[in-house]
């Protein structure tokens, strides 16, 4: 089947280009709302917001329902802006980091939002700020527990799993998460400052299996029992598989919600109340939601191997350099033709590195990709780009971030301008000699 598109959620690719330029990151809303209720079993829907974090596409999750989770100072204030209260039950915003910043421990206070602690260290630093600022009280013989003085424990199971080593988020090289052996130290550590453990988070990374699945369920249930009654909710975490080849496939979701939610029960039975249930995808909402829009501004021959140059490099979209990632790759015709012969190609950017390389496998080996024949001016789109494509962009070559649109109903409107020079170099000085 040859690859050529025309069109992304029924609007016009060459229109697309032509009404808000390229490179332009395209997101069709339909589908990410199609994603999120494909986990509708779960209590708890929690968007891993480091995705994807337009202002715009946070608001379409909320409004489907989703909570939100943030990494950083920057996605707690994103989740504000995009109308997420700081708090409620179940937490609106949980703020899920292996350090605090001085920024992000001090919003956490302030706003009281939630917190998931991925190393021992936090956990004295949030409850020393709280009893700086007068939100613990300890009195003799009495601990004050307001709501936000509930905190999440990330552990570290012992071992991981992802599609690469740099997604792999468990075990001993994985510097995420509390080691599980030090569970009974944390919360010592915790009942010190008056705080109270009420939620337990275990991901080992991207493209979890359910054999994987499985010893993390029973390394959870080993966790809750040690932490014991004051556990409120689980957090399966995220990691869920996205389709990018034609040979992936998608985890069934209702035996990877049937290990969680037995787990989840087996779970309550040992502590004699109920226990939210949550999930936390990221990629999985967003990955095939966004196309990559980018011009061929050269049709290259080297010896032989032919390169299609794009206007859009690794700054646009990092995961092929950083991975090896597959993408699927469509051309747009412009003159209407749909059958077109195919060739072997290369497709590349246009910055001054050997590695700028949409086509290649993990470890820097250059790949070719069977593409229709396609001339200069025409357009390419680079599919399943929703997910750590504008977020992971750069202004290498001081290139300007790309624009961002987002499609819904048919309708296309543009939810990031693009950056002008202006923007590049803001913030900058010469300094006077």
Known sequence: MSAIRTEIAGVSVVELARRFGTPTFVYDAAMIRRRVADLAAFDVVRYAQKACSNLAILDLVRRQGTLVDAVSAGELRRALAAGYPAVGDPPPIVYTADVFDAESLELCVQHGIHVNCGSPDMIDQYGERMAAVGQVVNLPGQINHPAHNGITLRINPGFGHGHSQKTNTGGSQSKHGIWHTQIGECLAKAARHGLSVVGLHMHIGS??????????????????????????????????????????????????????????????????????????????????SGYLVAEIRAVKRQDQNTFYLLDAGFNNLA????????????????????????????????????????TQ???????????????????????????????????????????????????????RRRQAFEDLIRGEEIPAM
């Open 361 to 415: 496998e993990e470890g820097g080996l250059v790949a070719t990709r069977r593409l229709p024949e396609a001339r200069v001016g025409e357009f390419v789109v680079i599919e399943c780009a929703g997910a750590y494509g504008f977020m992971m962009g750069s202004n290498y070559n001081s290139k300007p971030l790309a624009a961002e649109v987002l499609i819904d109903g048919g309708r296309a409107q543009r939810i």
């Open 207 to 288: 493209g979890t299996d359910l054999e994987h699945l499985a010893q993390v369920c029973g390394a959870m249930e080993q966790a809750a029992a040690e932490v014991g009654p004051s556990l409120a909710s689980i957090s399966a975490g995220g990691g869920l598989p996205t389709i990018y080849r034609p040979t992936d496939q998608y985890v069934d979701l209702a035996a990877y919600f049937a290990l969680w939610d037995a787990a989840r029960k087996r779970i309550e039975a040992q502590l004699g109340h109920a226990v939210r249930l949550e999930i936390e995808p990221g990629r999985y909402l967003v990955a095939e």
């Open 319 to 358: 995961r092929p350099v950083l991975y090896g990632s597959y993408h699927p790759i469509s051309v747009v015709p412009c003159d209407g033709n749909n059958s077109r012969p195919e060739r072997e190609v290369i497709v590349g950017g246009p910055l001054c590195e050997s590695g700028d390389i949409f």
